[in-house]
């Protein structure tokens, strides 16, 4: 019973949102599946906090390697959220400017608009200005020109780390009119809009046929990996 | 020297990674000076679709993107929001991602706020915030706004909003532009908006990552595409030629558009693609190096290997 | 102490001194901002329900008699004000100042100021990890994963739990409390949702964990179900419909043979079918059907190629970035944007006959 009733939620759900596309007379249908599932997305991520709570009070009470640490995560989670949800010191909204909760959380030089903008922002903009480092690194040890495949996949990026710079027109920016084509910059675009889309294409057709097979099995309830094991 | 480069330590690379980014940045806030721009054709059609809707259309921006992609996407949202303001279109603004409304409000503040003092909050453009559900979110206001917006991110009621009156749904958009860091983004405004309702024109910014993945759109599902920080330039450019009298800056004389050396006299923000091409440009060359030097260990390594 | 420790001592010490005499001397990372006063004037006729707000000396105000008279003297029940601070740059800030050097509309921001350092350090703290692991790095990514977790949950709840769930559910409640403008009647179908979501948040509880399988069910099915259409449609036929494209292509200015055209077309269709070859794994890659596949991996190497290049180009602008926020809104070492005075845009100028 507590795996057939989820199995039958699984397939009715799916198969609303399939059959609404085939008629309109049941657009509607498709439309409801999709809000219920929009606000469970948002619910997710309380879950997602939740979650994140537990593991890291877990960790501090098992007094684990690195707990300190999981205290300055559950810091800086309980001050953003308290600061949050409770619009701590925004100004309500011009249009009703009697309701005290009417106001943006995220109201400019409130202090939940200071804590993304001093606080999110750099932490995660700089997370992802690292892996320009990173893929340095890897280009150094990694790229090698071993067999045909591999001078292909090298040459391309060449050339398109030349065209799409200035570096491409003082490389080959001397070419004649009748040889414009060979200039780094216009290779680039033929390289993408031809070899890129071929090769992209099939890989995107070869993907498409994975998911919609994958997701038949979900709905047919052949796959029922993620309704996990445990108790039946 | 061989051995010095065999064995390297990656901390000289990044060291070096930094000194191609930093210097150029620095050298180009100093003196202003950039590289020009050739758009290509995948950019005009960009532009071009913007440009050549009649003044007042709907056109949706969608800014899926956070903070972590701003360095790529930023100066796109900018462009997209100053060429639709410039041109008189109507402004949608909503998002995919949890974050995106604050890029909303970025460009909002920096942008219309600024230099477009006469546009008025809810008759010339409106933020309709975010919605969790990612594709979910396209799937339902294809159909129907209303259902997911009852109201923009201000708390106003749609009905009150004067320039919503007339739209029920995504199909009533004379246009979708989309700056996108990843899932949710373009592929699934290409896949649950414009393939089913092919009527719609979609145009769309997008991160180094993804845009060579979105060419086989192009151009039946996808009709314009900026890819990374050079597709962000170009357009600056294409945008730069079409209204740099307006945004110029004030002390930037008879010829507004370039100085004496052909530097541009344009605000700073509506620069930052193209002046970003400089530091890209060396870094690039950087990579080139370190692969090239990396091979030339590697064979002769090889050899040495070979000889043994 | 280890000669390592004492040069990065010593190195920390002056980059300290230096950043401290930057920002003492030429106020370098410091912000501004512009005073708003925002004053509003409820001017609902007597026994009007709904209350009518207008902004204090706006257009609107002209006409009203209640707003003749000074802000201070209209009855507090008719009357809401507060103070918005703009963003303001230090360009505008002394401008304001060398008009008036009493305006105080234009302020520095302690708080803001604060928080550009914040932000700096924030920033070193993460691209300290390149030289090795740190205490300093391990705080700001602990810190970003709580920040990040409860940002998310916080937009989750006021942008959509809030209007969308709690407001069909209980409008008149969202009404009187965060949302005034909310027009929606009750609908009582969204309990269905609420229920669910109550179900998932079940999962936190180590005890009937299938209680979450319910919610969780609906959302593989949802899932699957708008993926599989928007799959077959724009991944699968619509990919096939692009790649059927003329080999003979014909310009349409000149109505001549396009011979650049037709071979592009051709190398996207030997392409796409070479590369699918090569995922094909039915029959055994031999003979003509191995070196179709030889050349679909070509196609593919090429693709991924121009991937990698795309790739490189992205991350170096994320780094850029951050480099640009360093050197122009903490150290004022730049100023692309134009937002500070002449006298403050460069520390560099010693060194600009060098730059040109």
């Given amino acids: ?92 909204s011009e249009q009703f400017p009697d309701y005290a909760w009417s106001g943006s959380y995220r109201e400019v030089g409130g202090p939940f608009w200071w804590l993304y903008e001093f606080a999110f922002k750099p932490l995660t903009a700089t997370m992802f200005a690292m892996l320009a480092f990173y893929v340095a690194s890897a280009a150094f040890r990694a790229f090698r020109a071993k067999n045909i495949e591999a001078i292909l996949l090298l040459g391309t990026a060449f050339i398109i780390l030349l065209g799409r710079t200035y570096a491409g027109v003082w490389v080959t920016g001397w070419l004649p009119e009748w040889l414009e084509g060979l200039k780094l910059e216009n290779l680039t675009v033929t390289i993408m809009k031809v070899f890129n889309t071929a090769g992209n294409r099939a890989i995107m057709i070869g993907i498409a046929l994975g998911i919609v097979s994958t997701s038949l099995k979900v709905l047919l309830g052949v796959d029922r990996s993620y309704l996990g094991g445990g108790e039946e | 020297m061989y051995e010095f480069f065999r064995d390297l330590d990656r901390r000289w690379i990044f060291l070096m990674m930094f000194l191609c980014v930093a210097v150029p940045i620095i050298i180009i806030g100093a003196t202003g000076k950039t590289f020009p721009e050739e758009p290509t054709q995948l ?266 | 102490m280890k000669k390592e420790t004492v040069i990065w001592t010593v190195v920390m010490l002056v980059g300290a001194l230096v950043l401290v005499l ?119 990514e602990s810190s970003v994963v709580g920040v990040s977790a409860a940002y998310w949950m916080v937009i989750g709840f006021w942008d959509v739990i809030v209007p969308n769930l709690l407001g069909k559910v209980a409008p008149a409640m969202v009404r009187a409390w965060s949302i005034p403008g909310l027009e929606d009647p009750p609908n009582y179908w969204y309990l269905v949702p609420l229920i669910l979501g109550l179900m998932l948040l079940w999962r936190l509880s180590p005890k009937g964990s299938w209680i979450g399988r319910w919610p969780l069910a609906f959302v593989i099915g949802t899932t699957a179900g708008i993926r599989l259409i928007g799959f077959i449609q724009a991944d699968f036929l619509s990919q096939i419909r692009n790649t059927v494209i003329p080999l003979i292509a014909i310009d349409s200015a000149t109505g001549s043979f396009a011979f650049w055209d037709s071979l592009k077309n051709l190398i996207i269709v030997i392409g796409v079918l070479s590369a699918l070859t090569y995922f094909f794994f039915s029959v055994e890659h031999k003979g003509v059907v191995g070196k179709t596949a030889r050349l679909g991996i070509w196609f593919l190497m090429i693709t991924f190629g121009a991937a990698f290049g795309y790739t490189v180009m992205g991350r170096i602008a994320l780094f850029a970035i951050r480099l640009e926020f360093l050197f122009d809104d903490w150290l004022w070492l730049i100023d692309p944007l134009g937002r500070r005075a002449a006298e403050y845009a460069s520390l560099l100028w010693p060194a600009m006959p060098l730059l040109g």
């Avoid at chain 2, 294809?142 to 997911?148: H, P, Q, S, V």
């Fill in chain 2, 43 to 308: 950019v005009r059609a960009v532009f071009d679709e913007i440009e050549n809707l009649p003044s007042g259309s709907k056109v949706l921006l969608s800014y899926d993107y956070d903070p972590a992609s701003e360095g790529e996407l930023a100066p796109m949202a900018t462009m997209f929001a100053y060429h639709c303001a410039a041109k008189g279109h109507k402004m949608y603004f909503m998002a995919l991602w949890p974050v995106g409304p604050q890029m909303v409000d970025d460009t909002i503040e920096n942008i219309i706020k600024k230099d477009f003092k006469d546009l008025k909050y809810g008759e010339d453009y409106v933020n309709l915030g975010y919605k969790s559900g990612y594709e979910g979110v396209i799937k339902v206001i294809i159909t129907d706004f209303t259902e997911l917006y009852s109201t923009d991110t201000r708390g106003t009621p749609w009905s009150a909003i004067p320039m919503c009156h007339d739209v029920n749904s995504v199909q009533d958009m004379d246009l979708i532009v989309n700056v996108s860091a990843g899932y949710a983004g373009t592929k699934e405004w290409v896949q649950y908006a414009v393939t089913p309702y092919p009527k719609l024109r979609m145009v769309a910014g997008c991160t180094g990552v993804q845009a060579p993945l979105l060419y086989p759109y192009i151009p039946q599902q996808l009709h314009g595409l900026l890819g990374a920080i050079k597709g962000a330039a170009e357009y600056e450019a294409l945008v730069i030629e079409a209204y740099g009298d307006k945004m110029a800056r004030k002390d930037a004389g008879d010829n507004p558009l370039t100085d004496d050396n052909g530097d541009y006299l344009i605000p700073g923000k509506y620069t930052e693609g193209i002046r970003r091409m400089g530091p890209q440009l060396v870094a690039h060359l950087l990579m080139i190096l370190l692969i090239i030097v990396g091979n030339v260990i590697y064979f002769v390594e090889r050899r040495r290997e070979g000889r043994r």
């Fill in chain 1, 1 to 92: 019973m507590k795996r057939t009733i989820p199995l039958l939620i699984t397939a009715i759900g799916g198969f609303v949102l399939i059959i609404a596309f085939f008629s309109s007379y049941t657009q509607s249908w498709g439309e409801v599946a999709a809000i219920w599932f929009d606000i469970l997305a948002a619910i997710a991520f309380i879950l997602g906090g939740g979650n994140l709570m537990k593991i890291h009070l877990k960790k501090i009470s098992d007094r684990k390697a690195g707990w300190a640490y999981s205290g300055v995560t559950l810091i800086a989670f309980l001050t953003t959220l308290i600061i949050g949800l409770g619009k701590i010191g925004v100004n309500p």
């Fill in chain 3, 22 to 140: 930057n920002g003492a001397l030429r106020g370098a990372g410091s912000a501004y901002v512009k005073a708003v006063p925002m004053q509003f004037v409820n001017v609902a006729e007597p026994g009007e329900v709904n209350a009518d707000w207008i902004r204090y000396n706006s257009d609107r105000a002209f006409d009203e008699k209640l707003c003749t008279q000074p802000f201070e003297d209209i009855p507090e029940d008719l009357r809401e004000s507060w103070v918005r601070y703009e963003q303001a740059e230090l360009g505008e800030y002394l401008a304001s100042r060398a008009a008036d050097p009493n305006d105080d509309n234009y302020r520095f921001s302690l708080s803001q100021t604060l928080g550009i350092w914040v932000a700096a350090l924030f920033t070193l703290f993460i691209f300290s990890f390149l030289y090795k692991d740190n205490p300093f790095y391990k705080i700001a």
